[in-house]
Every structure is written in C-alpha cells, then in structure tokens.
C-alpha cells in the first residue's frame, strides 16, 4: 500500500513499495468501519420514513407530495456534488504536496456545503412556519429527523475542513494531517452518497 515518506525526504507523498508499517491505510480501514455504522443508522431512518410515508402515518397532516420540493432539492444536489467534487481535486494536489492547491479546494467545498445547508434549512424552516413541524406527525418526525442527521453530518464535514485549514499550514503533510484529509474524503463522499439516495427517495419519487 502507499504510504506516507518523511518531510526530510521531499514532498513526495505515495510509494507504492514501501517496506514500513502503513500507518495511513491502518487508520483509513478504522474510518471505513465507522461508515459502516453510519449506513445503519442512515438506513433505520430510512425505513422509518418509508413505513410513515401515509395517510395513516400523516395523522390528518401532508405527506410527501406536500412537503418535498424536488426542484430544491436539486440544486441542493448540484451543491453537495460539487462540494464533493472540488474537495477531490484537493486530494489531487495533495499527491503533489501542494499545500495552496489543498486549501483553496478545502474553502471551495466549504462554501458550496454551506450553499447546501442554507437550502435545506429554508425547506425545514418553512414546514415550521407552517405548523409543520416534527410534531405533527409520525411522517413529519421521519422527514424532520432523515433531513436533519444528514444535515448535521454535512456540519460536521464543514467544521473538519475548518480544521483541516488550520492544520495544513500547522503541521504540513505529515502521516496524521494526510491520514485526516483522506479520511474526510471518504465521509463527504458518502455523505454525498447519502444525499443522492434521500434526493430519489424522498424528493422524486416521494413528490410524484
């Protein structure tokens, strides 16, 4: 596997034959078993929403055809997939220690995460204006309750970003600061996943 080399060494990061131990991949598998929790946790509240997704589980109150807004949630998707996509390029620059390239990438994925919140926070904040809120009921509480864990795990993307910039220009490239940026990869992605799987579910099919 590839691994990091000491700064001594040059801003070479990768060597595909490296005879130490892989400290980078070692904590990369650990992160993977953490995302696969977050898969289970993300697919209960999917089935929840999926079984409360009726009149009987509406309680008198709007179901998905009233509440979801497939046009939003577009441009929610072209935001988080973008995010995605420029904190790639990132990882790109990060093969060739290009530290400007990494934190450029990092504020743009940043803003675009943001420009992500800001719509769903509209969506949620406007059912509330309505007195639809979670409380309604059980199909609110399952709407209310899938949106906003996948929210909150795109906050916590954007403050691990924010860190990331502090520690880039901090500690340079060493094996914790790249174990870090790669694993963070690896959470947008799936939260971007995630988002893409809420987007049918809920947005489309839910809305026709």
């Known amino acids: 596997m590839a691994t990091q080399t000491p700064p001594s060494e040059g801003v070479v990061l990768f060597h595909p034959h490296f005879a130490g131990h892989d400290q980078i991949s070692a904590r990369t598998l650990g992160f993977w078993l953490y995302m696969l929790s977050d898969a289970l946790i993300f697919a209960a509240l999917f089935a929840a929403y999926g079984v409360l997704n009726n009149p009987m589980g509406a309680a008198g109150g709007p179901i998905a055809t009233q509440v979801a ?4 949630g577009f441009w929610q ?14 990882t790109v620059a990060l093969k060739s220690g290009n530290k400007g390239g990494v934190m450029f990438s990092i504020v743009l994925a940043i803003l675009l995460a943001f420009i992500f919140l800001g719509f769903e926070a509209h969506d949620l904040l406007d ?12 199909f609110l509480s399952a709407f209310f309750v899938l949106v906003a864990t996948h929210g909150l795990h795109m906050l916590f993307g954007i403050i691990w970003m ?12 060493n094996a914790n600061v790249v174990a870090r ?9 799936f939260q971007a996943t995630i988002w893409v799987i809420l987007y049918v579910y809920v947005y489309m099919i839910g809305a026709f």
């Open 162 to 173: 924010l860190v990331m910039l502090v520690q880039i220009p901090l500690f340079g490239f």
């Open 127 to 138: 059912l509330l204006a309505k007195g639809d809120g979670p409380t309604r009921s059980g």
């Open 69 to 72: 807004d497939p046009v939003e």
């Open 181 to 189: 940026l790669l694993n963070l990869r690896m959470f947008w992605q």
């Open 77 to 90: 998707t072209c935001a988080v997939l973008g995010s995605v996509a420029t904190y790639s390029l990132g």
